[in-house]
């Protein structure tokens, strides 16, 4: 499989000759398909506001992407912090905001960011924790706990049921995009990889598929994680054994809500940020 591209994407693209430009889905053109694929799903954002009115002061939102769970946030009164690896990501974000927002976006990666700030929440929305390997997980419980505030929450979701049995089997389909004039029918490609922990997935417009032409192929690859193996991980890490419930959606996708806080002593010898 050369570079993210599947094996049946190219089988797709050799039948008429095309050559494939990887593009990554959170950067660029990239995130402009994204927000059209996602920006509608209303999935977790009712959870997420449940969580916030409990917590005092500002929200830290990790892979904020282009603000899904933050303007909703943002919307209900809630100041936040909205970190994304991607700036392109985050434009999205800063054109979609209210005026006047209390939203700070800053680019960073979200295993190593560093803010002079304690967070009484710290969500991550999307199940976009399955970005990271199990070493990129590691770093970023660490860092949580870094900018948790005492008795702070740390939030997030991921796939369960159905869904998740999905997201490890070879797919080939086709999905209908919204667009701002017309729908954009895209081939959707899914690959797991040999070891069955990752899946690599491919996007690209049907309509751009045309003989002997360059074709943009939107790429992303992700851990294949179950609940019961990220919480095993959290408790590890020190947190509390997280608290699972389910999260409403409307089209039928089965997603989990893991909640958890910190289990150990408070203090400055771990490395803790400044109050």
Request: hydrophobic fraction near 45%; charge should be negative; aromatic fraction near 6%.
């Given at each position: 499989?050369?570079?993210?591209?599947?094996?049946?994407?190219?089988?797709?693209?050799?039948?008429?000759?095309?050559?494939?430009?990887e593009q990554d889905l959170y950067e660029g053109e990239g995130t402009?398909?994204?927000?059209?694929?996602?920006?509608?799903?209303?999935?977790?954002?009712?959870?997420?506001?449940?969580?916030?009115?409990?917590?005092?002061?500002?929200?830290?939102?990790?892979?904020?992407?282009s603000g899904r769970v933050t303007i909703p946030l943002v919307r209900s009164g809630k100041r936040v912090t909205a970190i994304d690896l991607s700036d392109?990501?985050?434009?999205?974000?800063?054109?979609?905001?209210?005026?006047?927002?209390?939203?700070?976006?800053?680019?960073?990666d979200m295993r190593h960011f560093s803010l002079e700030a304690r967070y009484e929440l710290v969500i991550i929305g999307a199940t976009s924790i399955t970005l990271l390997d199990h070493e990129g997980r590691?770093?970023?419980?660490?860092?949580?706990?870094?900018?948790?505030?005492?008795?702070?929450?740390?939030?997030?979701?991921?796939?369960?049921?159905a869904?998740?049995?999905?997201l490890a089997v070879?797919?080939?389909?086709?999905?209908?995009?919204?667009?701002?004039?017309?729908?954009?029918?895209?081939?959707?490609?899914q690959q797991v990889e040999a070891d069955g922990a990752a899946r690599v997935v491919n996007w690209v417009r049907a309509s751009d598929v045309t003989p002997g032409g360059e074709v943009t192929i939107l790429t992303s690859r992700l851990q294949l994680l179950s609940h019961e193996v990220l919480a095993r991980e959290l408790v590890e890490a020190g947190f509390?054994?997280?608290?699972?419930?389910?999260?409403?959606?409307?089209?039928?996708?089965?997603?989990?809500?893991?909640?958890?806080?910190?289990?150990?002593?408070?203090?400055?010898?771990?490395?803790?940020v400044s109050d």
């Open positions: 499989m050369p570079g993210l591209i599947t094996e049946a994407m190219q089988a797709r693209l050799d039948l008429v000759g095309a050559r494939p430009r402009d398909f994204y927000e059209r694929l996602v920006g509608p799903d209303r999935a977790e954002i009712r959870e997420m506001l449940a969580l916030a009115r409990d917590a005092a002061g500002p929200v830290l939102d990790l892979a904020a992407g392109d990501m985050l434009a999205h974000l800063r054109r979609a905001l209210p005026e006047r927002s209390a939203v700070e976006c800053i680019v960073a590691s770093l970023l419980y660490a860092n949580v706990r870094r900018h948790l505030a005492p008795g702070g929450v740390f939030a997030f979701t991921v796939a369960t049921g869904s998740a049995q999905s070879p797919t080939e389909r086709e999905i209908r995009v919204p667009g701002r004039g017309q729908d954009d029918i895209y081939l959707f490609s509390h054994e997280p608290a699972v419930s389910p999260v409403r959606t409307h089209l039928g996708a089965e997603i989990l809500l893991l909640k958890t806080s910190w289990a150990g002593a408070w203090g400055m010898a771990d490395g803790d």
